[in-house]
């Protein structure tokens, strides 16, 4: 499926699950026969994200204030599922928007699991992001990831020295 962007006539090629082109803003996609929209992260989402994070254990951005200035912030381009103007999932993705992105974050909600929800979301991140390739590091989501057409490589998560 392709989608033709009605302002800048670019071609953005749609996952099979979404029937409107996320990189055009919205998407609608089509869950275990429930629907949730796809829509680019904005201000009126933060409360919805910081509560998901909250919900996963992700402290950093469990407050509004924090989501807000991070999800928006310039370089990054974050995603938000949203059924019944509740927010069920969300990718957030950092990317110099041209060669390099990383995947910073994808969550979906407990109970909205395995529905295609995390897929569309890389996807529509990864798409909006300008990037050639995404990188990314996880704990626990390995077949997922395998699940995309990718490279595996060794990865390693750098944090300042407190100790001093």
Known sequence: MKCIHPVSGTVHLLHKC???????????????GNKCEVHRFDARWAAGVASLCKELGWHSYSDARVAKRGYSAPGVSTF??????????????LSDGIVQAFLAQVGVSEKHRRQGIARALVIAAFQNSGAQRLDLITDDAHEFYRSFAHREKAGFRIYPDYAG
């Not at 979404?18 to 275990?32: F, K, Y």
């Not at 938000?80 to 993705?93: H, K, L, R, T, Y």
């Open 80 to 93: 938000v599922a949203v059924s019944n103007d509740e927010v069920i999932g969300f990718a957030q993705v």
């Open 18 to 32: 979404t029937e409107q082109c996320v990189d055009c803003n919205r998407g609608t996609l089509t869950a275990m």
